[in-house]
């Protein structure tokens, strides 16, 4: 089975901090996705990567950066965490031709 | 631009009562269709998905969607509601292979005693 693993489930940080959320998948996927999932929206694509220090913008990508050193790891970094970033955060791999993706448990995000 | 749309944000049910989700979606290419579940402080979990062929597709826990191209559709059915799914559906569209996935909104399935 894929296994995506996201560091930390609950997250509490402070209004301008920099914060870094780590995801680790272990099936030598090419495409790893940041989202972020709010009540009612459904989940929106922050970022995404096709490759080794590759990166796309996805639909929000405001906020945020990310980092892919290495094929497993993909990091989400919030430059200044602010209080309208209190979310839940899901990262997500992908193998093509297979179309779908594998999730993490996501991390919950609170920024106070 | 593709989107997805789920028709009620909460359903309810009776357990051993049909589960009925709604999905329709918008796609200007032949697309890739999905439902994932997601139970509560949990990640998604593929349920099923349709790609090519037959156009009824079976998934995990009885779960089963039939991609309609004329009504753009792939609503999401389960003969009998059992307590376990209860939790949080999802449809998604993508128009190609790579994994990048355009939510709906998602619903609550709710299962009554």
């Known amino acids: 089975d894929v296994k995506v693993t996201q560091s930390s489930r609950y997250l509490v940080k402070r209004t301008g901090e920099k914060v870094f959320l780590e995801c680790v998948q272990d099936?030598?996927?090419?495409?790893m996705f940041w989202y972020r999932q709010d009540p009612g929206l459904g989940l929106r694509l922050i970022y995404f990567s096709y490759d080794v220090k590759m990166k796309e913008k996805g639909d929000i990508p405001e906020g945020y950066s990310v980092s892919r050193e290495k094929k497993e790891r993909f990091s989400l970094i919030l430059e200044s965490a602010s209080t309208n970033q209190t979310s839940m955060y899901l990262c997500?791999?992908?193998?093509?031709?297979?179309?779908?993706?594998?999730f993490g448990q996501g991390t919950r995000l609170t920024v106070v | 631009a593709q989107s997805v749309t789920q028709l009620g944000s909460h359903v309810s049910v009776s357990e051993g009562a049909l589960v009925l989700l709604r999905c329709n979606y918008s796609?200007?290419?032949?697309?890739?269709l999905f439902w994932y579940v997601q139970y509560p402080n949990q990640g998604l979990q593929l349920l099923l998905k349709y790609t090519t062929g037959a156009t009824l597709v079976k998934g995990i826990n009885g779960f089963e969607a039939e991609f309609k191209k004329s009504e753009t559709s792939f609503h999401l059915t389960k003969p009998s509601a059992h307590m376990s799914d209860a939790a949080e559906y999802f449809c998604a569209v993508t128009p190609s292979n790579t994994g990048k996935l355009i939510f709906g909104q998602g619903t609550t399935l709710q299962v009554k005693p």
């Open positions: 099936m030598d996927h090419e495409n």
């Open positions: 997500a791999s992908s193998d093509p031709p297979r179309p779908e993706a594998f």
């Open positions: 796609s200007s290419v032949p697309p890739y």
